[in-house]
Nanobody, 123 residues
Framework: LQFVESGRGLVQPGGSLRLSCAASGYTLGNYAIGWFRQAPGKEHEGVACMTSGFSTYYADSVKGRFTVSRDNGKNTMHLEMNSLKPEDTAVYYC??????????????????WGQGTQVTVSS
């Protein structure tokens, strides 16, 4: 499974940012997808996940501000982040896996990570 992430950046508090992840080598629509992040000094955290059937789960810390979506035709997934806070600063990662439940995917303790994409929220 390979991903190409885009959308990294520096944004002011209250701003918005959209992350994208293009998958290659497999059909993304057959899998649950998820966005994870790791803030400095903290463990990885699943923030937004979606099953192949479009059922979603959001961590309490991002609920109402982040939206996960997928475009199966383009084999891509997105994370729309609004009302960003300094505590959202982290390296963000996308993932795809065979979970039937979105929350299960977000709470799964993956041990292998790609390079991710940096999001910094600061004035």
């Amino acid at each position: 499974l390979q991903f190409v992430e885009s959308g990294r950046g520096l944004v002011q508090p209250g701003g918005s940012l959209r992350l994208s992840c293009a998958a290659s080598g497999y059909t993304l629509g057959n899998y649950a997808i998820g966005w994870f992040r790791q803030a400095p000094g903290k463990e990885h955290e699943g923030v937004a996940c979606m099953t192949s059937g479009f059922s979603t789960y959001y961590a309490d810390s991002v609920k109402g501000r982040f939206t996960v979506s997928r475009d199966n035709g383009k084999n891509t997934m997105h994370l729309e982040m609004n009302s960003l806070k300094p505590e959202d600063t982290a390296v963000y990662y996308c993932a795809a896996d065979s979970h039937a439940n979105a929350r299960d995917m977000c709470e799964f303790k993956y041990t292998v990570w790609g390079q991710g994409t940096q999001v910094t929220v600061s004035s």
